[in-house]
């Protein structure tokens, strides 16, 4: 993955449900990141999962395409997962520049979401789990 793409996954914060998930939580607020990690197994157990992971289906390849596009893959990748648990979600970063991608949170394991987001094009996917941090799972 290319160091400018890397750094941006890392500034991005995915929301769910009212919940935002960092992929690298800032060490030095551990009571933070604790409550935001209950908060993430709280949300699964309400899913009655304990994998999820924010797939997209936007900008295949990390290539700009018009909204319009990235909305009807989103449909198709709605459709696609429709066997699992879904909830809308967000990916928000403010740096390098502001800009936000809609996501969904599938409640399946890393590997179903692999499958899924490759079928899209995706680059990366963010796995949430019942117990440790998010994580990147990088696809290519």
Partial sequence: M???LARAWRATLFEADGIAVPIAPDPRLPATWRARGEAVAVLLARLGTRDACFT???NPFSRRRPRGWNARML??????ARRH???DGMG????????GE??????ASPARCATLARRFRQDSIVALSRRGPARLVVLR
């Fill in 102 to 107: 809609e996501h969904l949170l599938i409640a």
């Fill in 56 to 58: 997209g289906a936007w």
């Fill in 92 to 99: 928000r970063a403010c740096r390098p520049r502001p800009w």
């Fill in 75 to 80: 449909v198709r990748l709605r459709g696609a």
């Fill in 85 to 87: 648990a879904v909830l």
């Fill in 2 to 4: 290319r160091p400018g």
